[in-house]
């Protein structure tokens, strides 16, 4: 064993330490130092080799990094709020893809409500007919999503399943993770041929409000389709979105994330019947705050052998 792996690695959180309790259990060889609250300052000789913390400026950031930080590692899966200019060439990872099975099953059972018709179906008094309604299915509809990552890759596994056609917009030209996809260079391409357009990509310079009035127009006329984003609020152009609801391009919009968060009081998404607007939960689940600890445990071992660590961001993409 070399000195590095007697020493015991110094992790520097801003999480409570309860928090890191499986990293001590599971890997050992480790020392938990807790900042201060609030962003103050640090005590003279606290130091770290390895800083965990939520995906923004904890206030002091500058002054963490300058006691020996040389990587950072954030439990969220979106960097966009992270000041990259203090980060500087800090090695950064997040926790990418850990949010995969909340947010998909969020996106599913947003398209179901659709096709359902929840929650405007359900009772609250004697209908005038019973046994009869014009309800939709996921059944033969074209599933679009724009971004292929982990949620959209889990997204579409579970969209077969309901025997859904999937089509996905990615930059990249990897071919498809899942069978049966189509992958598409052209985001105006899955506007126009979707019955429920998803939106499952990071928040970056290059993709911010991607969708506006140029690609919503894609959309045909009347067409009704369902837009649900789970991503960032940023991505969209809400003034363009209100216009595609109102002009029968989008019949409902599925947002559980809106920019500005939260938006102000009497914001006009808060009472349109054609908006389901949630409060960015759609990450949430019994052991979400496991899965995204997960990625940071693989990460510890790696480091300590020396290893290439998963979820390294791109600094200049943002991503």
Same mark, same amino acid.
């Given at each position: 064993?070399?000195?590095?792996?007697?020493?015991?690695?110094?992790?520097?959180?801003?999480?409570?330490?309860?928090?890191?309790?499986?990293?001590?259990?599971?890997?050992?060889?480790?020392?938990?130092?807790?900042?201060?609250?609030?962003?103050?300052?640090?005590?003279?000789?606290?130091?770290?080799?390895?800083?965990?913390?939520?995906?923004?400026?904890?206030?002091?950031?500058?002054?963490?990094?300058?006691?020996g930080v040389k990587w950072i590692h954030t439990i969220g899966t979106g960097v966009d709020k992270m000041p990259m200019d203090i980060v500087g060439d800090t090695l #950064?990872?997040?926790? /990418? @893809?850990?949010?995969?099975?909340? +947010?998909?099953?969020?996106? %599913?059972?947003? &398209?179901? $409500?659709?096709?359902?018709?929840?929650?405007?179906?359900?009772?609250?008094?004697?209908?005038?007919?019973?046994?009869?309604?014009? #309800?939709?299915?996921? /059944? @033969?509809?074209?599933?679009?999503? +724009?971004?292929?990552?982990? %949620?959209?890759? &889990?997204? $579409?596994?579970?969209?077969?399943?309901?025997?859904?056609?999937?089509?996905?917009?990615?930059?990249?030209?990897?071919?498809?993770?899942?069978?049966?996809?189509?992958?598409?260079?052209?985001?105006?391409?899955?506007?126009?041929?979707?019955?429920?357009?998803?939106?499952?990509?990071?928040?970056?310079?290059?993709?911010?409000?991607?969708?506006?009035?140029?690609?919503?127009a894609s959309i045909p006329e009347g067409a009704g389709v369902h837009f649900c984003n789970p991503s960032r609020g940023g991505l969209v152009d809400h003034d363009a979105?209100?216009?595609?609801?109102?002009?029968?391009?989008?019949?409902?919009?599925?947002?559980?994330?809106?920019?500005?968060?939260?938006?102000?009081?009497?914001?006009?998404?808060?009472?349109?019947?054609?908006?389901?607007?949630?409060?960015?939960?759609?990450?949430?689940?019994?052991?979400?705050?496991?899965?995204?600890?997960?990625?940071?445990?693989?990460?510890?071992?790696?480091?300590?052998?020396?290893?290439?660590?998963?979820?390294?961001?791109?600094?200049?993409?943002?991503?």
């Amino acid at each position: 064993m070399s000195e590095k792996q007697q020493t015991p690695l110094k992790i520097l959180t801003t999480l409570p330490e309860v928090a890191l309790q499986r990293l001590i259990d599971e890997v050992g060889n480790v020392e938990i130092i807790t900042l201060p609250e609030g962003g103050g300052a640090m005590p003279e000789g606290m130091e770290g080799e390895v800083l965990i913390m939520p995906p923004w400026d904890p206030g002091n950031l500058a002054e963490i990094l300058s006691r020996g930080v040389k990587w950072i590692h954030t439990i969220g899966t979106g960097v966009d709020k992270m000041p990259m200019d203090i980060v500087g060439d800090t090695l #950064l990872t997040c926790a /990418r @893809g850990a949010s995969s099975i909340p +947010i998909s099953e969020w996106v %599913i059972a947003s &398209m179901l $409500a659709f096709e359902k018709q929840f929650p405007e179906t359900w009772l609250s008094a004697p209908p005038e007919q019973w046994g009869q309604a014009n #309800l939709g299915s996921l /059944r @033969g509809k074209t599933l679009g999503l +724009i971004g292929f990552g982990g %949620i959209g890759t &889990m997204t $579409a596994e579970y969209a077969q399943v309901f025997g859904m056609k999937v089509i996905a917009y990615r930059r990249s030209n990897k071919p498809a993770e899942v069978e049966d996809v189509d992958i598409v260079d052209d985001i105006n391409q899955v506007m126009s041929q979707s019955d429920h357009i998803i939106l499952a990509l990071p928040l970056t310079p290059e993709s911010r409000h991607c969708i506006n009035r140029e690609t919503l127009a894609s959309i045909p006329e009347g067409a009704g389709v369902h837009f649900c984003n789970p991503s960032r609020g940023g991505l969209v152009d809400h003034d363009a979105l209100q216009e595609a609801i109102e002009d029968g391009r989008i019949a409902r919009a599925s947002l559980d994330t809106v920019e500005p968060e939260p938006l102000p009081e009497g914001h006009w998404m808060y009472s349109h019947p054609k908006v389901k607007h949630t409060a960015h939960i759609s990450w949430a689940m019994p052991e979400a705050f496991g899965l995204l600890i997960d990625t940071f445990i693989r990460n510890v071992i790696c480091y300590q052998k020396g290893e290439t660590l998963e979820g390294v961001v791109d600094k200049d993409n943002v991503y």
